[in-house]
Every structure is written in C-alpha cells, then in structure tokens.
C-alpha cells in the first residue's frame, strides 16, 4: 500500500490561516443579522412574532459573540500575545450555525408551511456556503459551523411527516457533501497560497540578510576586516560635503609601508598578510572614535580625520599613526623592524572634493618615499603646484606619443678589434617642439611612473623594426642588430616576447638583426617571469643582453638563473678604467667570467681612447660611447653605415622620409 505522506504545515502557516478564518467571521457577523431580520419578515405572520424574534436574537447573540471574539484574537495577534488555537472564535463559529438552525424548532413545529421551510433552508444553505470560502482555511471551523447547522435541520427534516420536508431532509448530505468537497479544494489552495507566501517571505529574509552580509562584506577589507577602498571613497565623498557644508576641517592621512615587498619575497605572502594586520590594529589603537580607518590595497592605507581643529592636528595624528612603527613587529616569531612614509592632506582650501584631497595625500606620502622614507610629510602649496606640473608633463607626453614626437634615436656599437660599426642601441629621444631634442632622463621616469612606459617602450621597438627592415633593403649585414630595451614594468605585467614575435611576422624582420636588452634592475622584481620572456625572444632568434651589468646585488646570480647572450658592463665601472684599480679589476672579472660562460660582452660609456685601449687589451668584444658617437638619427646612422662600407645600395629621398 502507497501511504502518501502529507505536507507538514508550520506554525506560522497555522497562524495565518487562523487570522484568516477570524476576519473572515467579523465580515461574515455583519450580515448576518440583517439576513436573520430579512429572513424574519419574509417568516411573516405564518411564524408567531415572538418566535421570530427569538431567531432574529439568537442569531444577533451569536454574531456578536463570534464577531468580539475574533477581534480579541486579533487585537491579541497584533500585540504578539499567545492565542494558541483560540477556542472562544470556534465556538462563536458554533453558536452561529446552531442560531440559524433554531427555525426547525421554534418556527415550524407543524406539518404546514411547507413552502416556508424550504425558504428557510434556502437562506440557511446560503449561510453554510459562506463557510466554505470564509472557514477555508481551518477545516475545523468550517466543519463546527456545518455540523452546528446542518445537523438539527436534517434530523427535523427526515423525521418530518410532511413528504416535501422529507425530501428536503435527504438533500441537505447531498449538498453538505458538494460543500464539503469545495471547501477541501479551497482549503488546500488556501494553505498553499499561506505557505508559498511564507516560503517567500523566508527567502525574502535570507537575500535581504544575504545582501546584507554582501554588502557588509564588499566594504569590508577581507584581510584587516577594516574599510576598503569603495566603502572609504563612498565616507569621503559624504564628509567632504558635510565638512564643505560646515565649514569644519576634516585631514586625511596616506601611508604604505618601506620595503614592504622585501618581506613578500624573504618570508613569503602569508607573512606579508600578518604583517598587514598587526599594521592595521596598531594604528587603529592610536586614533580617535571618529576617524575611520581603511585598507586601500596592497601595503596601502588611508586614515579619514574628521572635525579637526586645526591642521597641526592632524601632524599631531600623524606623527602618532609613524609612532607605532617604533617597536618591532613579532611575524611568524620573527622580530621585523618596518617604517612607514606617510602623507597628509587636509580641506584648509574648503574647495577640494573627495577625490582632489586623497590625491594630495597620496601626493604627500609619496614625497615622504623620495625625501628617504620613515617620514610624515604635509601636503602644501608647492606641493600643489608641483602636482599639477607633474600632471601637465604627464599630459604633455601622452600627447607627444600620440603625435609621434618620441622617436628613437641610436648609439652605434663598435667592433673594438676593427673599429667598425656592428650594431646599435636605440634609445628614446623626445623631440619637442619648444625644448628641442630631450633625452630619456627627462621623461623615461615619468613614463614609468604614469603607467606609459608600454606605449613608450612599444613605440621605440615598433620603429626600430620598421628601420631594420629599410637597412635591409639597403644591403646590411644580417647580423647587424638594433637593440632595444625592454622596462621593469614591461617584462613583468606584459608579454614582450609575444608581442615582438607578433611584430617580427607583420613586419617580415629577420629576428636575427633584433636583440633586446633588459636592466638587472628590472629582472630582480620577477627573475622567473624574466626567464620565460628571455627564453621566449631566444627561441625566435632574438639575442638577449643584461644591461647595466654589476650595479645590482645579484649580478653573479642571474647569470646562473637567466639564459642571455651578452653582458653589458655599466658605465660606472667603465668611467674609472685605469684610475680606480677596484673598477678596472671588476671590469676585467666579468669579461674574464663573461669568455668562461661563453657570453659576449659590450662596454658601455667608453669616452676615451684609454679606456677603448685597455678595454681591448682585457679583450672586450664590443663597446659603444661618446668616444665614437652619441645617440644619433636613422638618418645619420645610415650615411655613417654607408661610409664604411657595409650598404650595398644608398636610400633614397623617400626612404629618409619614411625614417623621419
């Protein structure tokens, strides 16, 4: 036998379907005398007065009490008070049904009047049906009404002599039994529609709760449990309008933390997220209730200081956020000594946004970086001013890119056994149009700061190819290379290597007359990533030199860890040859080093004929500097290409034209 297994319905759903049936009988109760005095007048003078007016006050006596006990109920379910399963309602319920069957008892004592009982069970089946949609949802109302009412009019009904009565009698199971069944469809729709009402009332709770906990979350900072970022700028931007509104001072302080990345990198990230959290807890023990404490991103935090009094209040929070630094940090039981360069920035103006004062304090901060670290230092006025001209340089050289004023110029390399030209390094020359031809230190490092250095770095490469393609057709030696340089950011965040392949197949260049160069300086952030970007250029053919070899503290290391073709022995070294004995015995150990690995080597910055002398004598391969050219144009390069003699053809017009 298949027993199927009935929904279980909640508390909630009982009590719902309870409040329904109770408004249901206050709206029913007031009908119900004016349908009991109808009832009376149509009785007429067939039914004596007094019994009619025993009906019409039964009825009357049962309404109210039914009617006052659901509003009990009701006014007790508004105040949150224990009703349970609220007997006085079902027995009000009761007392109606029973009052509306009193006409079989005390109007129709005869066989006559036929015709008046069946207007009576007329109205009395009308009163029954009301209980199938207004009792619907509690079968035990519904059923205490009916059997209230029903019951004694079937029994009068079938014990009547009086065969039309009797009749009557036999039809009201037949018609309890219709009711019946509607009433159970209407129950079940009604306790569906109650509990799909509270399934969604619960769902709607979780995702409010939920989004609740999202939103909490999406403005919380995962690892200190402080602000982030959107939830920060979202409080400054509010305050900045409250504090402009009020005329008050509000600061805001910058800092991030020195060398933070040396951490990272000796004791791994996990430290470096320990660290984090101990940074955080200590300055937020230093700071007042009302400033706001967040965690920007990476090492990066920001601290909102509202309703200053002064703005050496706010160095006075300041020097006391750079004063938690002084003790040691205890990270995975090691004891770390950590600074902080901070910044500072307060609305003394009252004309800053929200947006202008993080940017002035970040301004700060990062003058507190270059004037040595472990420093607070106060935003200010030729602070500003030097902002905005750093900002109008950006400007200035991102138009420059665009117009193709960043052209690139190239040092010849020379062969030091024969004199003669066999390469060049191409070198970012900007040729602007009031300050003339200006050389990378005036825009390399703002390129590098500004997130341009892709475009610079992409444009130098992209015409260096372009140009060894034209010396090509010119006749020049395969192996003749133009070499670029690839940057810090560059080698780490792009794909160098993808990208010049990419380029060497558009422009039909032979990868052989490409190299690249790239500065201890920007492998040591990321030797791995480096490895794989060399490894890519070489297996396209491209050769691949160390730049600015010795300078960096792990010189011997990267030449065991990267795959390269050459060294390039910086010009620090090369300037003291023959004065400094600890250079000239430097520069003579990596050439010697360079011939046991079997890399080549070039000098670079050689500006003497004494120099160029003992770099021969030592045995460098190859070496470039002001002693035989500056960095010059296409142009240049080209007819001094053609007097030695390495063109087989000479350009013509256009093709100069091209090259400019």
């Given at each position: ?8 319905v ?20 007031l ?9 009376a ?40 008070l ?94 309890f ?32 709760e939920?989004?609740?906990?999202l ?11 402080f ?52 940074v ?10 009302t ?34 630094f ?7 039981g ?10 500072i ?50 400007q ?34 900007w ?37 060894r ?147 021969i ?44």
């Amino acid at each position: 036998m298949v027993h199927i297994r009935r929904a279980v319905v909640s508390e909630r759903v009982k009590l719902a379907c309870l409040d329904s049936v109770n408004r249901a009988i206050m709206r029913s109760t007031l009908l119900g005398i004016p349908g009991a005095a109808v009832l009376a007048a149509i009785l007429g003078e067939s039914v004596p007065f007094a019994n009619r007016v025993a009906f019409v006050a039964a009825v009357s006596a049962a309404d109210i009490f039914a009617f006052v006990a659901s509003w009990i109920y009701l006014r007790r379910r508004k105040r949150g008070l224990p009703v349970g399963n609220w007997s006085p309602g079902i027995v009000g319920a009761m007392l109606v049904g029973f009052a509306w069957a009193l006409p079989v008892f005390i109007a129709f004592p005869d066989t006559q009047h036929v015709e008046l009982r069946a207007v009576f069970l007329l109205f009395a089946c009308a009163t029954s049906a009301t209980s199938v949609v207004g009792a619907a949802a509690r079968r035990s109302y519904f059923y205490a009404t009916q059997a209230a009412m029903l019951l004694p009019i079937t029994v009068v009904f079938l014990f009547s002599t009086e065969r039309v009565t009797n009749l009557l009698g036999y039809a009201i199971p037949i018609y309890f039994a219709s009711m019946s069944s509607l009433h159970h469809d209407a129950h079940r729709i009604v306790v569906s529609e109650l509990t799909l009402r509270e399934s969604n009332d619960i769902a709607n709770a979780a995702l409010v709760e939920a989004n609740a906990t999202l939103t909490e979350l999406a403005l919380r900072d995962d690892l200190t449990g402080f602000a982030n970022r959107t939830a920060f700028i979202d409080h400054l931007d509010r305050a900045v309008a409250v504090a402009r509104r009020d005329r008050s001072i509000i600061g805001l302080l910058y800092f991030d933390l020195d060398r933070f990345k040396v951490v990272n990198d000796s004791l791994g990230h996990g430290a470096g997220d320990e660290l984090l959290v101990q940074v955080a807890q200590r300055v937020h023990g230093v700071l007042r209730e009302t400033d706001v404490l967040a965690r920007l991103g990476g090492d990066e935090f920001t601290v909102f200081l509202d309703r200053l009094g002064d703005g050496y209040e706010a160095l006075i929070i300041g020097r006391r956020v750079a004063a938690t630094f002084n003790e040691p940090f205890l990270i995975q039981g090691r004891r770390l000594n950590v600074t902080a360069s901070l910044g500072i920035a307060t609305n003394l103006h009252m004309n800053d946004d929200g947006e202008t004062l993080l940017a002035h304090a970040d301004a700060a901060q990062y003058q507190a970086k270059e004037s040595g670290r472990n420093r607070v230092e106060v935003f200010d006025i030729a602070l500003r001013d030097a902002i905005e001209r750093r900002l109008d340089n950006e400007q200035a050289l991102r138009d420059a890119l665009a117009a193709g004023e960043i052209i690139a110029y190239y040092q010849p390399q020379i062969e030091m056994a024969s004199g003669r030209i066999v390469g060049a390094e191409a070198l970012a020359r900007w040729k602007h149009p009031q300050r003339g031809v200006l050389g990378a230190p005036h825009f390399v490092p703002l390129a590098e700061e500004s997130g341009l250095i892709f475009s610079l770095d992409a444009s130098i490469i992209q015409q260096s190819v372009d140009k060894r393609v034209l010396l090509a057709h010119l006749g020049l030696a395969a192996d003749f290379r133009i070499w670029c340089n690839v940057s810090a950011r560059q080698l780490t965040r792009g794909e160098p290597a993808d990208q010049l392949a990419a380029l060497l197949r558009r422009s039909g260049c032979d990868a052989q007359g490409i190299g690249i160069e790239i500065t201890e300086t920007a492998v040591l952030p990321d030797v791995q990533a480096a490895h794989h970007q060399i490894g890519l250029a070489r297996q396209l053919g491209v050769e691949c030199a160390l730049d600015d070899f010795g300078t960096g503290h792990s010189s011997l290391t990267l030449l065991r860890e990267l795959s390269i073709d050459k060294v390039k022995i910086d010009r620090s070294f090369v300037a003291d040859l023959g004065v400094d004995p600890a250079d000239t015995a430097i520069v003579r150990s990596v050439i010697g080093l360079a011939r046991e690995l079997g890399l080549g080597v070039i000098a670079e910055g050689v500006e003497t004929r004494e120099q160029a002398e003992i770099l021969i004598e030592m045995g460098c391969d190859l070496a470039q500097g002001f002693m035989w050219s500056q960095a010059i144009t296409y142009e240049q390069l080209v007819r001094r290409l053609a007097t030695q003699g390495s063109l087989l053809s000479l350009p013509v017009a256009d093709e100069y034209s091209d090259a400019a």
